[in-house]
């Protein structure tokens, strides 16, 4: 029986390299393949028909589009790729559209092939990147493309999840190594190609080698299909009853899911035992306060919720306890399961309609099929169920035409029961579709399932980064741009918008100085250079990166917030976290509306007043005029837009860890879009500010900013830092931890730990200067509201004013003992503590205010963040004063 998806490491052999080397220097292909069938045979498989033609077809050198159903044994395929290049001594590679596939295929393919053979490249670094196998994102390979062409050392490419090249955003990633990689053999996978014809005849023009179409297989799991009249969570409590679950319920709203979870908290899916089980395995799983909390109480109860939108730690716990069998019910978006091994039996699609970004329309084919095609799995199930949901009002309107059946059951008479049905029918209110629906039904669903993948369409793209990376390549990189896109898939009214772009891109980079044109060809034929000193990982990684070059150079660098300016000018150009951004502008009229009520603007004031609230956008106004002006000469900018925004400095400004801003905005829901734009911005600030504009205070923010994020998430960080190290036992073993390890105690990194007490004291400093006495006690600390009210008294009766501005912040006015006399003047969670003192900086320049507070070391180190207790405010506090 073939399971192409057996755990290696389940089933101890010896690595597929050592069969592979014991063949002849050059092997034929039959050598190759009989070697590699005797290797499967001694893990007990049986290849099926369509592995067989197609790993054939690769050993004899042949390009492969191998368009099988999901479950079918791709992988395996692709193992076959591998030790074809193996055994002729050529670099393979296999690209995946997420890290996450692109880890577990590491780890499964170092199971294979032994460590030695197998290496890893992310875009953060690298693990044995000299293998002659490598595992990459389609990013990464398509960038080395880019960077090296036709001279790259590459035999075998495998790309998995092809589909991806019909992709808006990433599509170019999958199609970019087609063109530009003429030497390598291509080994295409998917369930959802569609029409491959194009494709057939390209490769075969372009790699000169013959190109296969193995597309015939049957799916070895069958699936069945049903159109369900009743409630989502009658039809669930019926699956699980029925031992149809795992059921994966799928919506396309992130908040949809969310409450979907929890209205079926109320099925009992979990048996006591079962529940134990979870409780047991979750015992070191660290949940945070707000949707960890949440989720936390669903897990126990059988129920998993994944979306973008979470902390990639609880994605990943969702995904391990799915994959050790222990959720009965899944929630969530169709990002579950891009070729990750979850097993699901059913899958639950609650809508055959979706917002797009744009509108509202139904399904189509390619989508119904890959979330379809995620239930049954080989080596788990024998059958996969799909269901689809009929619209909720007509599942309303049968309900009630259920409920009127069951009231007249008793009447006798067949014609006087319809008669009494018709009539109730006729009174009852019939629920009605809401504004805007877009219609589906049983004719939908059949056509759906019937209906052949779409033909994928080219998604084509050039950018600054793209530019960048072909100037690395030998040879004029005019001549290569050009070929590039006249190559590319598209129109050749798409083809000269491309090659437009292209030059508008080029004139930027040399307008704003980072590149020059050379009087004549250096000694590699290259006629383009760069001018600029970059730190060894810069990248143009946005398209406005450049005009954020320029605009470093309007800031003063004797500016107080210099750093923080520097921070807003790279904010202007990333793109904006639309949730977070919600949730300040909500904040920020809720703020409004109390001060207007308060200066008593009646109701038409105050809501014409809040059409004019937003965000905080920094530098706003200096950015858009330079805007204005630079895209003036560079009118391909047009379509893109400035957005100033402050999350990063908002953060900083406020003094507030990651737990405390999503509290403060209600973003628990949006945790993870926060986190990938804090993410996103450290990568951008460490890529694109220069080394010169590199000041101690820009460092530190960095600095605390890459903590803030260790902090948060270390499972964004713990695979591709364990790969610096190249030690793949520890990443093996923190891969298959359900819990992410413990990040680094907060108190470890003095010196940002340090910046972090500094913007906490601040942000008490900047309360008191708004006389905010409820806000300070909410604070940690000792002092209740009437105290603080009593220091706001005792200050403004000696001073006029309070200074809370940048110069304010200095740090001559903070004041910090490491090893303070005496006992701690509150109780602490451990031994250790700081004393330390914000002087509060008044307009008379008497400095003889301040706040006294101790800092609880290990507290702090439990939290995540700053535990600050304020003693007292005034004069300094004896045995608490740093010296």
């Known amino acids: 029986m073939t399971s192409p998806d057996i755990s290696p490491a389940a089933q101890p052999v010896t690595p597929l390299a050592e069969s592979l080397s014991r063949l002849p220097e ?28 197609a790993v054939m077809e690769v050993v004899q050198g042949s390009n492969v589009i191998l368009a099988t159903p999901t479950g079918s044994g791709k992988s395996l395929v692709a193992l076959g ?180 979870a929890q209205s079926l908290v109320s099925v009992n899916v979990a048996t006591k035992s079962e529940k134990e089980a979870i409780a047991e395995r979750i015992a070191g799983f660290s949940f945070s306060a707000g949707f960890g909390t949440t989720l936390n ?68 084919a390619r989508e119904f099929h890959q979330i379809a095609g995620r239930a049954g799995r080989a080596g788990y199930d024998t059958q996969g169920y799909v ?69 994928m369409v080219s998604r084509m793209n050039i950018t600054h980064s793209m530019l960048l990376n072909i100037l690395e390549r030998p040879g004029d990189p005019v001549v290569a741009v050009r070929r590039l896109l006249r190559a590319a898939h598209e129109t050749p009214a798409r083809q000269a918008i491309l090659m437009r772009r292209a030059l508008g891109i080029f004139r930027e980079l040399l307008a704003t100085g980072v590149v020059e044109v050379l009087p004549e060809p250096d000694e590699q034929g290259r006629t383009v250079d760069l001018t600029v000193d970059l730190q060894p990982d810069f990248a143009l990684n946005q398209p406005l990166s450049p005009f954020a070059l320029a605009a470093l150079e309007l800031l003063d660098p004797a500016d107080p917030d210099h750093g923080l300016n520097v921070v807003s000018v790279i904010e202007a150009t990333l793109d904006p976290p639309r949730q977070v951004l919600a949730g300040q502008i909500k904040r920020a009229k809720t703020e409004a509306v109390a001060a207007m009520k308060a200066e008593g603007l009646d109701y038409t004031e105050r809501m014409r007043a809040l059409d004019e609230v937003t965000h905080p956008m920094p530098l706003a106004e200096l950015l858009e005029q330079q805007f204005e002006v630079y895209r003036s000469e560079a009118p391909w900018l047009n379509e893109f837009e400035l957005t100033p925004k402050s999350v990063v400095r908002d953060m900083f400004e406020r003094a507030m860890g990651f737990g405390d801003y999503v509290q403060f905005y209600g973003l628990s829901r949006s945790e993870g879009v926060l986190l990938r734009y804090l993410t996103d911005a450290v990568k951008a600030l460490r890529s694109t500010v220069p080394q010169e504009q590199r000041t101690d205070e820009l460092q530190v923010i960095l600095d605390w900013l890459d903590e803030m994020v260790k902090q948060t998430d270390s499972s964004l960080l713990e695979e591709w830092e364990d790969l610096v190290a190249g030690d793949i036992d520890e990443m093996r073993r923190d891969h298959e931890a359900i819990a992410p390890p413990a990040p680094p105690c907060l108190t470890d990194n003095e010196r940002v730990f340090t910046v972090m007490v500094r913007n906490a004291m601040f942000q008490r400093v900047r309360l008191f200067g708004d006389e905010q006495d409820a806000e300070l006690a909410e604070l940690s600390g000792e002092l209740n509201a009437d105290d603080w009210a009593d220091a706001l008294d005792a200050f403004f009766d000696d001073h006029d004013d309070i200074d809370d501005g940048p110069e304010a912040r200095g740090p001559q006015y903070f004041l910090l003992s490491r090893t303070p006399a005496g006992d701690a003047p509150v109780d602490l969670v451990g031994d250790r503590w700081w004393a330390v003192r914000q002087v509060l900086v008044d307009r008379d320049g008497d400095l003889d205010h301040g ?29 608490c004063t740093a010296g």
């Not at 006087?416 to 018709?422: L, N, V």
């Not at 101790?854 to 995540?864: F, Q």
């Open 81 to 260: 790729a591998h030790a074809h290049a193996l055994a002729r001594g050529e670099v393979s590679y296999y690209t995946a559209p997420i890290k996450a596939l692109v880890s577990e295929k590491f780890f499964s393919l170092v199971d294979v092939f032994g460590a030695e053979n197998v290496g890893m490249v992310t875009g953060d670094s690298s693990v044995n990147p000299d293998a002659p196998i490598i595992c990459c994102t389609a990013e990464i390979l398509a960038n080395r493309a880019l960077r090296e062409g036709s001279g790259m050392d590459i035999g075998p490419v495998v790309m998995d999840e092809f589909h991806y090249y019909a992709d808006p955003s990433r599509g170019w990633a999958w199609q970019l190594p087609l063109l530009e990689l003429p030497q390598a053999q291509f080994l295409l996978m998917s369930a959802t190609l569609g029409d491959t014809t194009r494709f057939e005849e390209d490769l075969s023009r372009r790699t000169g080698r013959n190109t296969a179409v193995v597309a015939h297989a049957e799916r070895p799991i069958p699936l069945s299909f049903e159109y369900s009249e009743v409630s989502v969570q009658e039809k669930v409590e019926e699956l699980v009853t029925t031992h149809q679950a795992p059921v994966y319920v799928v919506h396309f709203s992130q908040l949809d899911a969310v409450e979907r």
């Open 297 to 364: 109480r669903l897990v126990r109860a059988g129920i998993g919720v994944h979306h973008a939108g979470m902390l990639p730690k609880y994605r990943r716990l969702v995904e391990k306890l799915a994959q050790e069998g222990l959720l009965k019910v899944i929630c969530g978006t169709d990002t579950l399961g891009v070729g990750i091994n979850v097993p699901i039996r059913t899958v639950l699609i609650t809508a055959l309609s979706k917002f797009d970004g744009e509108k509202t329309r139904i399904l189509q």
């Open 851 to 879: 706040i006294n507070a101790v800092v609880d070391l290990d507290a702090s180190d439990e939290a995540g963040h700053p535990v600050l207790r304020v003693v007292s405010v005034g004069p300094p506090e004896p045995g």
């Open 26 to 53: 050059d092997p034929s292909p039959d050598t190759v393949y009989d070697a590699f069938e005797s290797w499967t045979a001694s893990r007990g498989i049986t290849l099926y028909p369509a592995q067989e033609e």
């Open 387 to 455: 269901v689809v949901q009929a619209p909720e009002h007509v599942i309303e309107n049968k309900a009630a035409e259920r409920k009127a059946a069951a009231k007249f059951a008793n009447v006798k008479d067949e014609a006087e029961r319809a008669k009494r049905i018709k009539q109730s029918a006729k009174g009852a209110k019939k629920k009605t579709p809401p504004q805007g629906f877009v219609s589906w039904g049983p004719a939908t669903f059949e056509k759906l399932i019937a209906a052949e993948p779409e033909p």
